[in-house]
């Protein structure tokens, strides 16, 4: 494809951590650019120079429905969500109106207007417990609003394609941690929450005995294969798994943060265990045959490029979400403040 012919492209969540990263790729390799962001969780400093921003939300049905007709955008990628595992089995309409109902009205926007690809951030979270290594073969059975939400998404750009001919392409990212993510989210992405709560003096707060493992996946060895999706041979009509391949624990996480922040005997706090899987990471086979290399860097050299950008950026005041739905079971570290 010739410079001349790159195509303008809709990033939904470009304000936030991943979706500014896959912004900042398109516009380095030429496409026109518009983010679409509400501000929830992400940041207008995000946002690359030279990508035109948009302040709103994709609930918005007059505002999506009116970029779409305006821009005539070619390629949809959508990272916009909610993105809190364990808090969304408390908050299931804010999940549900933010992770469905604003996909649907991009799928609506993007058959109505013909776009030509839609790229999907969904997540591992679709497939739940019990079946390490995660492959895209398995039968999804999600264990919490937020995956069952994902899994909604995946499913309907299936039957869009069916019936429309939208072309779609699904990534199930995992843990993914880097430079510009919100270290400030205390509900979700327990690398920024552990580097922010050292900078802040507060002790690393662990849920249960901390044996649970994951694949932290750092942000550049993600975003490549988001970006190319569409131009890759064997990618529309897909779902993939991606990120990195080596589980660990989180008490080993927390010992490799607090070495990166110079502060190895930091002290921890083991919180009660909350309803979460236990293991959870994934094969990558299928991403690896259709677009290489994807990428490996280590959890150590991650975790200091991102140490190295938080200590320039600064620690943040945690949030708190007001809006809880259901307080019964609700985990007391996050009970606190809330309404």
Not at 118 to 138: H, M, N
Not at 144 to 167: P, R
Request: charged share 20%; aromatic share 10%; glycine share 10%.
């Amino acid at each position: 494809m010739s410079p001349a012919a790159l195509p303008r492209s809709l990033v939904t969540g470009g304000a936030g951590f991943i979706g500014a990263h896959l912004a900042r790729t398109l516009r380095d390799r030429g496409d026109e650019v518009v983010v679409l962001d509400d501000l929830s969780g992400g940041f207008a400093d995000n946002v690359p120079d030279g990508c035109t921003f948009v302040d709103g939300s994709i609930l918005d049905v007059a505002l999506v429905d009116g970029l779409f007709e305006e821009h005539r955008f070619e390629r949809v990628y959508h990272c916009a969500a909610y993105a809190a595992e364990g808090l969304s089995h408390f908050i299931k309409r804010f999940n549900f109106e933010n992770n469905v109902i604003g996909s649907v009205n991009l799928v609506n926007a993007a058959v109505n207007f013909e776009a030509d690809c839609f790229v999907f951030t969904s997540s591992i979270a679709v497939y739940g417990a019990g079946q390490v290594p995660l492959r895209e073969s398995t039968t999804p059975t999600p264990e919490d609003s937020y995956g069952i939400a994902k899994y909604a998404v995946e499913q309907e750009l299936a039957v869009s394609h069916e019936m429309f001919g939208l072309d779609y392409v699904v990534f199930r990212p995992h843990n993914v941690y880097g430079e510009l993510q919100n270290i400030g989210d205390r509900y979700r992405n327990v690398l920024g929450i552990f580097i922010n709560q050292i900078m802040r003096g507060e002790p690393l707060s662990i849920f249960g005995d901390g044996e649970q493992t994951r694949a932290f996946s750092y942000v550049g060895d993600i975003v490549p294969a988001i970006a190319a999706a569409p131009d890759t041979a064997g990618a529309r009509g897909e779902v993939f798994n991606v990120g990195a391949d080596i589980p660990y624990s989180i008490n080993t996480l927390a010992d490799v943060v607090r070495r990166a922040m110079g502060a190895p005997d930091h002290p921890v706090r083991h919180l009660p265990a909350r309803n979460e899987v236990v293991d959870a990471f994934s094969d990558h086979s299928k991403v690896h045959a259709v677009f290489g290399d994807t990428g490996s860097t280590s959890l150590e050299e991650g975790v200091e490029r991102m140490v190295r950008w938080a200590r320039e950026a600064g620690a943040r005041e945690p949030s708190r979400f007001s809006a809880i739905e259901i307080r019964k079971n609700l985990p007391s570290i996050w009970a606190e403040g809330a309404s």
